[in-house]
């Protein structure tokens, strides 16, 4: 298995009109400044986005990114953003998701996909260390999202998978990525309006590796340690996700 030291810094520029793609090389400045996920896909939006686009319109983009520490095994960091102009508010809008769609595209060796244009028909991508495939998706439009991952992930490591409001527009339709949703701001609606069924990763191509290991080693071992001595983040989180947040807020609530 080959190794990616630190990261990439590779990212996949996907035409869906067109049903082309481009690599594109993250300058190394902005790998810096912006780090990733979140940060660097919001950066390359703006670079690529004029103000004043229709949120369902051809020239909306998605950005699927990954964070620096994603795959190295440090702790909390099985992360990915997603980033797109909101339909549902007329803004930027981001979500973190941790299901294994991050994991899987970060292996097969890209940081990040920037996903614009439509399709003419229901189309899924599935993606390699070689670049991106457009395969049909007419058969699995229509499926709720638990169905359309299971028709496409028996060559993948993880997809990202919309249901059948993504695909009717609705203005706060989520993604899911396994039991773990992009679910802000309407991210299913754009690529419901890109006729964009499903996103797929086949992942287990590239080992993630730290620059630094010894340092990085002795980091995350202090980590780990806060980590399992604080109750809400050993136990709560732990057993039951963010969760945990529900009766603690409904506590200390006014109303």
Known sequence: MQEIIGTSSKVLEVDLTKRSFKVYNVNPLDT??????????LKMLYDRMEPGIDPLGEDNIIAVTTGVLLGTGAPCSGRFAAVTKSPLTGIMTSCSC??????????????????KGRSNSPV??????KGVEFRDAKKIWGLDTKKAQAAIEKDSGGTLAIGP????????????????FLGRGGIGAVMGSK?????????????IVPVKQSKFDKTKKKANA?????DITSGSYRNFGTNANVNLSNADSPC
């Open 98 to 115: 941790g299901g294994a769609f991050g994991m899987a595209l970060k292996t097969s060796g890209w940081d990040g996909i920037l996903v």
């Open 165 to 180: 409001a993504g695909e009717n527009l609705v203005r706060y339709a989520n993604v899911a990525s396994g039991h773990r």
């Open 226 to 230: 806060y980590i399992n001595r604080n």
């Open 124 to 129: 899924y991508l599935y993606i390699d260390s």
């Open 195 to 207: 006729n964009l069924k499903a996103i797929s990763a086949k992942g287990g191509e590239y080992k």
């Open 32 to 41: 810096r400044l912006y780090i990733g996920g979140k940060g660097l896909a």
